[in-house]
């Protein structure tokens, strides 16, 4: 089974192929690193926000999970063909050879649904506690959409810092 990874912020993340520099991540990381995030919190938002919004996490689960359960269900058609086109001798190969192969996408079809489904439903909450790690995805893209506005204030005020040297 796979070491659970630990969680690490979107801007420090291997795949973020963004321009932040190594000093506007350091003062992302400051806002991290404090006992709340100033971004809002989901609890503090009105009643009928934090519905809607739980109401669009559950949706986008249910349709990963649904394209998960759709995969499943063709392999196995496509397995189950396999199967026929053997059992009848119609295929290109020996009906051995396709029993093997249809099984085999059979098997693989499930035993991906397994895992896909599990790594989906791991991923709707974040498991981790700490300072900096926030309780939900939704909470982790408020926190997100906060930062990017707090480093497009703190590239302002760099920029208005240098203006200021120049003359």
Known sequence: ????????PWYRRKE?????????KRHLDSF?????????????????VQGYLSELELAVYEAKQEGVATKAF??????????????RELGWFSPLVGYVIGGAIIAFAWVNYSREWKKNADGLWIKQEGKGVPFSRTEEKLQEYWELDAISRFRKRHEAE???DLR
């Open 74 to 87: 063709v392999l196995t058609g496509i397995g189950a063909i396999v199967i026929f086109l053997a059992y």
């Open 32 to 48: 991290r690193l404090e006992e709340k995030h100033p971004a809002v919190a989901v609890e503090d938002l009105p009643e009928e």
């Open 1 to 8: 089974m796979a070491k659970e990874q630990d969680w690490t």
């Open 162 to 164: 240098i203006n200021d």
């Open 16 to 24: 973020y192929k963004g321009n932040l520099t190594e000093e506007e």
